[in-house]
């Protein structure tokens, strides 16, 4: 199960979420000016509390990426959420294009599995 997607287009940030979704999506319209900005919440999939907000995936189409290289892009999402990353968001799922890319291709790849365990679990090797 996937968790809810948190869409905002062309600026407009429209949706629902809680707080740390509102501040990604605030801070990456910012830094970014995106086209179009998805914000997917998939804490829940995740095993965590209820309400927790720890793993998240975005979808980011801006020009800002024009002429970069996959990884610059990342990094780009990654500095504008450099506050988040360090405290409450644990694992962030970046899909970053440019609105030509987004506009021969308007579909996002599902989100990866989660492979379960935490810290608590002992492996098996």
């Known amino acids: 199960m996937r968790g809810p997607l948190l869409a905002a287009a062309g ?3 429209g949706g629902a979420g809680g707080p740390l979704a509102h501040t990604i999506r605030a801070k990456l319209t910012a830094a970014l000016q995106p086209t179009h900005l998805e914000v997917r919440d998939d ?4 095993g965590g509390p209820p ?3 720890t793993h998240f995936g975005v979808l980011v189409v801006s020009e800002r990426f024009a002429g970069l290289p996959l990884l610059q892009r990342h990094r780009l999402v990654h500095e ?6 360090a405290g409450p968001l ?5 899909i970053a294009r440019t609105p030509q ?3 021969s291709d308007p579909h996002a790849p ?6 379960g365990g935490s810290k608590r679990e002992q492996r098996r090797g």
């Open 51 to 53: 309400g927790a907000e």
């Open 90 to 94: 644990h694992a962030l799922q970046v």
């Open 11 to 13: 600026g407009a940030m």
């Open 101 to 103: 890319q987004w506009q």
């Open 110 to 115: 599902p989100a990866p599995p989660c492979l």
């Open 80 to 85: 504008a959420l450099r506050t988040e990353l």
């Open 43 to 46: 804490s829940p999939r995740h």
